[in-house]
Every structure is written in C-alpha cells, then in structure tokens.
C-alpha cells in the first residue's frame, strides 16, 4: 500500500488559478454584444437570438464553475490531517 499527501497550499493554488482562468472565460462571455438595429431581417433576427442565447449559457456555465470552484477552496481549507493523505 502506498500513500499520496495533497498539499493543501499547492491544491489552493491550483484552484485559484482555475477559478482566473474562468473569471476571465466569464468576462469575455459577458462582453458578446449582438444586437442588429438596422436592416433587421429574419435571418439577423435568429442569429442575434442565438448569439445572445449562448451568451446566456456561457456566463451561466462560468458562473456555476466559480461557485463550484469557491466550494473546492472551501473544503480544503476543511480538510484534516486523515483527509490529505490518499491511500492506495
């Protein structure tokens, strides 16, 4: 039987920089500015509908996998003695 130790400190830092990464995805998914106001026809409609729609399920996914991320950071700091060795 082996045993792996997590250092809680580099796992932090490996979450901080997931959750950089993703503030960053987040912005650039909040800045798709789409809208045609002239010449609308019903392509440009559907196209702008599509555009702002992913846009919408974009910032939803990088808002979620920050909470989820901000949870991660959470536990660690939870984690005991027990809980940062793996056994194998």
């Known amino acids: 039987m082996g045993q792996i130790q997590i250092n ?3 796992l932090k830092g490996l979450i901080g920089n997931m959750t950089s990464t993703m503030n960053g995805f987040d912005s650039a ?3 798709i500015d789409v809208s045609f106001s002239e010449n609308k026809l019903a392509f440009t409609d ?4 599509r555009l702002n729609s992913l846009k919408s399920e974009l910032t939803n996914m990088s808002t979620s996998t920050i909470a989820s991320y901000n949870h991660m950071s959470n536990s660690v ?3 005991t003695e027990v809980d940062r060795n793996i056994l194998f």
């Open 77 to 79: 700091d939870e984690m």
């Open 29 to 31: 998914a909040s800045s």
């Open 46 to 49: 559907e196209l702008e509908s």
């Open 8 to 10: 809680p400190g580099t």
